[in-house]
């Protein structure tokens, strides 16, 4: 009787066919002209390959013994057949290419007649494969499939070098990618480059297995600087001299060097044997390069390497240009600034300078109480800015040689709000915006033109208010000479968390004597040299 289920031909699409088990079940079958059935042994299940020229017949008797088989055999069977099996190592013995002939001289037995007719077959078919059948005994048909194995066995070996050699490239691939992913969400224009050459270096060394990786940057404006892991072969010194010869060379391309031995640089560097170095840069910008050393395994270098550091100097490029041109235009967006607010100031001699000074003074208070560095500079912006809305208030008030009314202070408490009106519609100056127009509130909420108090005051424009304050009083005016500094103190004490804010007042008293040099040395003539520090 059957032992097995006997999947039909109708049962197995073409998709069937190609996959790997009954792929290996046709190589077989061109190895040894022997007809195959494809087996599932733990199953039970017998697939009839489409077009296969055997009866799909698997007694239980055979079928016992084919389970757990793990080399070639051959099966004498009491009915007259002689049962052939191969496993398939690459499928770990769960499928089983499987057939089986007639013994020289025996009859077909009454098991195989019922199974070739419930498969489909007629007599006349099942004859015509009886007569055609070979007939050998089984130690030739036992050579023959040991043969056949092994040459299969050795295709499997190959497939799994392969794959294992793609699941390895895949995992580093897949690093790769994670690598650029990491960097590219880093791109913000407040990372430093610094931080992204860390990021770098902590994940280079398992994707390219050499023994050091170097990064040097020297960003427009800023001294070189190398970051450098693993067992560099040659000191920084002598790092700097290979720099120095890179650039020279001028490539915008990847240079690779294998063959270091025998040549000028082994002499210079005798423990380097290969490396690859590409340009940090962006279109015509040069910002550094990525080095490594020393391939492992006696490797080469070559374009896989290449390619990747190419690709990560690209994004360390482009980051260190962006910085670059956010400063540019900042540059541009202070030199203009500080330009405007010098004509205004220029309207009157007793006023010339106050809005620099007062943004002098608001940045090294800031720096006193260690604001962060795009804090200081939206100060020192402010600053500059404070009293643009003056422009809006008649210049017979400014320029009044005593006291004001009531009516003309009035209109002088409007110049926030004018000042803040007018630089609200310029994207570029919002964040000195809280500045321009809260430099006059008092930290007892007495102030104006808001009204606000404590905290509520933003902190920028806490800031100025010491700064404006100071050089206020500190100033001549026509109708007055300018305090001394031990009166100044002696008001900002007074006031503190009344009218000013007492953590900005002790910045301001911390370094009280920068600030004293700062207004001494501070000239209307020589102001650029002031402002050049932001």
């Known amino acids: 009787m059957l032992a097995a289920t006997i999947v039909a031909p109708v049962g197995v699409t073409k998709a069937d066919q190609s996959s790997p088990p009954f792929a290996a079940v046709a190589r077989l079958v061109q190895q040894t002209s022997l007809p195959f059935l494809c087996v599932e042994a ?84 099942l004859q015509a494969w009886a007569t055609d059948q070979p007939r050998c005994t089984a130690e030739p048909l036992a050579a023959l499939l040991r043969f056949a194995a092994s040459d299969i066995a050795g295709d499997a070996a190959v497939a799994e070098s392969q794959i294992l050699e793609l699941s390895e490239q895949l995992d580093r691939t897949y690093e790769e990618i994670s690598l650029l992913h990491s960097l590219s969400h880093n791109l913000q224009i407040s990372t430093s480059p610094a931080e992204l050459v860390a990021l770098c270096l902590d994940r280079l060394p398992g994707l390219i297995d050499a023994e050091s990786h170097l990064v040097q940057l020297r960003p427009p404006g800023e001294s070189s600087r190398i970051w450098s892991n693993g067992d560099l072969p040659f000191s920084i010194a002598d790092a700097n001299q290979l720099l120095i010869r890179l650039d020279a060379q001028e490539s915008s391309r990847p240079i690779v060097r294998n063959f270091i031995a ?82 205004l100031d220029a309207k009157d001699p007793y006023t010339r300078g106050h809005s620099e000074r007062v943004a002098l003074i608001a940045r090294r208070i800031g720096e006193q109480m260690r604001l962060p560095d795009e804090y200081i500079e939206a100060i020192y912006l402010s600053g ?62 007495t102030g104006y033109p808001d009204g606000l108090a404590g905290d509520d005051i933003p902190l920028l424009a806490r800031v100025l208010a010491v700064a404006d304050a100071y050089d206020a ?26 009218q000013w804010d007492g953590e900005v007042l002790d910045g301001y008293f911390d370094c009280r004597d920068d600030i004293l040099m700062i207004c001494a040395a501070y000239s209307f003539e020589n102001r650029r040299a002031f402002g050049d520090g932001i």
């Open 42 to 125: 733990s199953r039970g299940v017998c697939f009839d390959r489409q077009g296969s020229e055997l009866p799909p017949f698997l007694p239980e008797r055979i079928l016992s013994q084919l389970l757990g088989l793990s080399e070639p055999a051959t099966i004498d069977d009491v009915d007259g057949l002689i049962a052939y099996a191969v496993p398939l190592p690459s499928h770990g013995g769960r499928f089983i290419a499987y057939g089986y002939q007639l013994a020289a001289g025996a009859p077909l037995p009454a098991e195989l007649r019922h199974a070739a007719k419930e498969a489909g077959w007629s007599d006349a078919r």
């Open 384 to 445: 500059l800015l404070h009293d643009v809305g003056k422009i809006g208030v008649d210049d017979q008030i400014l320029r009044k040689n005593g006291p004001l009314t009531d009516e003309e202070f009035a209109q002088v408490k409007k110049h926030p709000v004018i000042g803040y009106n007018i630089l609200s519609s310029l994207k570029n100056l919002r964040h000195v915006l809280p500045g321009v127009r809260n430099h006059h509130e008092s930290f007892d909420g």
């Open 262 to 343: 025998g040549s000028p640089l082994a002499a210079k560097y005798p423990r380097l044997r290969n490396f690859v170095a590409v340009p940090v840069r962006e279109g015509r910008h040069r910002f550094g390069w990525i080095i490594s050393t020393n391939l492992s395994g006696g490797r080469e270098f070559g374009t896989i390497e290449a390619s990747f550091l190419n690709t990560i100097a690209t994004i360390l490029g482009t980051h260190v240009r962006n910085i670059d041109l956010l400063h540019e235009q900042n540059d541009l967006l202070v030199g203009f600034v500080r330009s405007f607010v010098s004509t």
């Open 473 to 498: 009083m500190s100033s001549d005016r026509p109708y007055r000479k300018g305090m001394p500094s031990e009166k100044i103190d002696e008001v900002f004490r007074r006031g503190r968390n009344r």
